[in-house]
């Protein structure tokens, strides 16, 4: 996987599960996240792989590079592949368990089951000598790659006090290819994501081939269907020698060293944890006294990495490592190999710079995010920063969004709803709980002709109170009234109801009073018009009757003249006699 630079990306964010929480960025030391639309991406040119983000994201939306695929291709690929194990394998595989790795790990494909430990037994008396050859300078350890990592970026000051030596798992990768032969592919496996980075360094580019975690290492097992508890016990193809299975913890590097050390001396330090290690690192310029500083950057060592892959909880495994390293059958302490060639490591300052910014950048960030006023600056950390400055750098060099700042976004938001408030068409007053006045609206003030020189006066002042009493008696919570205020000649519905814990009662006033005269008008209309159908009504009727009347008597007068007619017509029929 690749960031957008096409640099090989070990630490990175699977964007689905990504909640905008910020807690990574809050998390990770040196601010290698980057936001953008919401979603948290690492930085690669920023990133130390220290995994920290990893432990933090409680949405499991960090996640670091899977190598099992590679790892099985070595072993595919019918080449001689030696399995070089960290110590603070006895934290993840205890008891029972122990006896049975080496022949799972064989189960997988590999040819040698070794322990980086007797590159770290190297690795402390290399220390010692360089503590015994230059008493007046601090040296720094290098067996952790996150720390290593951190001072070639961020410390270019502390370079120099790096101890020139590699790490254990390079010292033993390179021990396996002496003995074995450069062809042999050497696979690490311990609990450290930054171990992927270290293998990419130019001087140690072919010493190892591929880092597994110890979760990839479980993967791989479940995947294969190998349990331990049906693996044979056999042994690793290497003894254990000294203390060196101690280096995991706090001050196992120097024990393996046989440096004199019972926690209390001033020139030996030993710190873990990303803010006991700044902090060290930071007081080295300045006239340390230091003659040796141990950092581990995972809190509690080694046995607290981001690959550790176990449920157990950190003093178990500490427990396990000292059982470990008591009870194991050990080697006598091998003579000290004087062939500089396999500890040799240089290291350089590369200090990751950021796009300078000014300080009218940062005042126009501040404007524009409501802080130019210094009391605005809560420092509150909510968006992952120390301090409201550091956060508006990171807007200025483009790794984080001014929309970040939840105080900011909170005053958006009551803005956005005072002016929904402020431009409703619909009256809304606020009262506390005695019925006082408290707040109102445009609308409002406007409904009843007031100002806010009312605000503080009872409500009685603009209205009857009796609605708003039965809310405070507890007769109702709430109510859908219709009333008339004659004085305002304003007709409303009224809708009136609690703030809950608050005390306080709302009331919303849709005037309604256009509505009533349209209502009135239509009602008027309708009368006039039954009023005017019964006058026609009755017009038809009387039109009705006379016409009835008319024709009654001419069928009268008609019916006269045709008996006239017919008696006529009989007289002349019968003629003079």
Not at 382 to 393: E, F, H, L, Q, S
Not at 407 to 424: H, N
Request: proline fraction near 5%; hydrophobic fraction near 40%.
């Amino acid at each position: 996987m690749t960031d957008e630079t096409g640099l090989q990306q070990i630490v990175f964010t699977l964007t689905a599960r990504c909640r905008d929480c910020y807690r990574c960025l809050r998390g990770c030391p040196v601010k290698a996240i980057r936001m953008k639309n919401g979603q948290a991406y690492v930085d690669e040119k920023r990133c130390i792989a220290c995994g920290t983000c990893i432990r933090e994201c409680p949405q499991q939306a960090k996640s670091f590079r899977q190598d099992i695929e590679i790892v099985q291709r070595l072993v595919e690929a019918d080449r001689f592949v030696a399995a070089s194990v960290a110590p603070s394998f006895a934290a993840v595989f205890g008891g029972w368990q122990r006896k049975r790795l080496p022949s799972a790990l064989r189960a997988l494909g590999f040819n040698y089951v070794g322990q980086t430990s007797r590159g770290a037994f190297q690795v402390s008396a290399h220390t010692a000598r360089l503590l015994r050859d230059n008493p007046s300078k601090t040296y720094v350890a290098t067996a952790c790659p996150a720390v290593v990592n951190y001072v070639e970026k961020y410390r270019k000051d502390v370079v120099d006090n790096l101890l020139p030596l590699a790490s254990p798992m390079a010292t033993h990768a390179r021990m396996l290819k002496r003995i074995h032969g450069k062809e042999i592919a050497v696979v690490f496996i311990g609990p450290c994501v930054a171990k992927k980075s270290e293998i990419l360094r130019p001087g140690l580019a072919g010493v190892v081939d591929c880092v597994l975690t110890f979760k990839e290492l479980t993967a791989w097992l479940e995947q294969r269907g190998i349990d331990l508890s049906t693996c044979d016990e056999s042994d690793f193809d290497e003894k254990p020698i000294h203390d060196a299975q101690l280096y995991p913890l706090p001050g196992g590097s120097i024990k393996t060293a046989e440096l004199r050390d019972d926690g209390l001396e001033a020139g030996i330090v030993r710190v873990h944890g990303v803010n006991e290690v700044k902090e060290s690192l930071a007081s080295i310029p300045h006239g340390s006294s230091y003659a040796l500083l141990e950092p581990l950057f995972c809190g509690q060592g080694c046995i607290n990495g981001p690959g550790i892959g176990t449920e157990k909880n950190i003093f178990d495994r500490r427990r396990d490592i000292i059982e470990y390293n008591r009870c194991a059958d050990k080697e006598a302490p091998p003579p000290v190999l004087e062939d500089e060639g396999l500890l040799r490591a240089s290291f350089e300052g590369d200090l990751h710079v950021l796009p300078q910014v000014s300080e009218e950048e940062i005042q126009a960030i501040f404007e524009s995010t409501g802080k130019a006023d210094p009391q605005q600056q809560l420092n509150c950390g909510a968006c992952g920063y120390d301090t409201c400055r550091d956060k508006a750098v990171a807007v200025a060099q483009g790794m984080a969004e001014p929309e970040m700042c939840i105080p900011f976004m909170r005053r958006l938001a009551e803005r956005r709803t005072d002016r929904i408030i402020d431009t409703s068409p619909n009256g809304i007053v606020i009262l506390d709980k005695d019925l006082i006045i408290i707040s109102m609206n445009p609308a409002f003030k406007h409904f009843f002709s007031c100002s806010d020189a009312v605000l503080g006066r009872h409500i009685s002042y603009l209205m009857d109170p009796a609605p708003f009493e039965k809310l405070i008696s507890g007769m109702a919570d709430k109510l859908d009234i219709t009333v008339t205020h004659r004085p305002y000649n304003l007709f409303c519905r009224e809708l009136i109801y609690t703030l809950g814990e608050e005390g306080q009662i709302a009331g919303i006033f849709i005037n309604i009073t256009g509505l009533r005269q349209q209502e009135k008008k239509l009602k008027e209309l309708r009368s006039q018009t039954v009023e005017q159908a019964n006058e026609l009504l009755e017009h038809q009727v009387k039109m009705a009757l006379n016409l009835a009347q008319f024709l009654g008597e001419s069928t009268a007068k008609g019916e006269a003249l045709v008996r006239k007619l017919m008696a006529l017509s009989e007289e002349d029929e019968k003629g003079p006699r």
